[in-house]
């Protein structure tokens, strides 16, 4: 009788080990917040290019991989309050699609007038610096963007100029520009046609955005999600793609530790929505992710498990979330 009791203990006690070794690997599987930040930058660094100019030459302009053009005058460039002089150096990236935003973390969640944040819809997000020697430069005039309105399905009247701010929580929030009163900065259609192409003009280096707000009459509500074990907002991230909206992409954008849950904490998402919730983070220098169609509904909670994920590289994450409708 002692013997089938030590057995059941036994028992007992290697299923429980077992247990604990499970969470154990998943916490020790779960990646550190500076191997997820290095995959991010990563991304960022392969699209980012870099151009050369000389500040004597006035207004240089620069065609984009993509085909944009953007004219920068070196007249009115200053390096610590003086006139720039000699080569200059531009570091440009371009961002149009929602694979393209999730890898780079450069989502579009704009700041309404009430100070929350909602979906806008992008003409194209663009970063745009210049340095001399490592010296951050200012610029006292307009840039000029010419942007093909093809890379997001066409032109719309309705998009306006917004800068992007990074929180401190690492989510990139857009604010939208006051158009100058004279009307000397934001963004236009220039011609006629499904295709005409967008001028922006705004004199401001870092990350700029052609947007509108995103328009859905239905009632909205707050959604959840929930992370695997060992996985946060420092080394995972969760993601909502709006089915028929290629050029956008949401972010639920705080960590609740306690549940183990993001949220998108705004209430803003419209019920009836008909989306994809993406969980990704990073494993072994690749991207790890699970992929799900939903259709939303009033306090919806969407739980990931790592079972559900897959492993990819950057491209395939891009070309997956690409694929989505």
Known sequence: MKNLKKIGLLFLATIALTSCSKDDNNQNNAPTAAA???LRDDALAN???TFTFNAEDGSTTFTTDKGVQFTINGSCLTKNGNPVTGQVNVEYAEV????????TDKTTMGKMPNGDMTLIISGGEF?????QGGVQLDITCNMQLIIPSTLTGGADTE????????????NIDW????ENPAGQNGVFVEGTGAN???YAFFGNFGW?????FYSDPRPRTMILSEAPSGYNFENSAVYLHYDGEANTLAKLDTFNAGTNQFSEHYGQIPIGLECHVIFATEEAGQWRYAIKAATIAAGDVYTFTLAETTLGSEAQLVAAINALP
């Open 47 to 49: 699209i980012t290019q």
């Open 159 to 170: 998009m306006t100029l917004w800068d992007g701010l990074i929180d401190d929580q690492g």
């Open 96 to 103: 149009f699609d929602g694979g393209t935003m999730l890898v």
């Open 127 to 131: 970063y745009i610096n210049a340095t």
């Open 208 to 212: 700029t955005n052609v947007d509108r």
């Open 175 to 178: 604010d939208e520009q006051v």
């Open 196 to 198: 005409a192409p967008y």
């Open 36 to 38: 997820f930040t290095s």
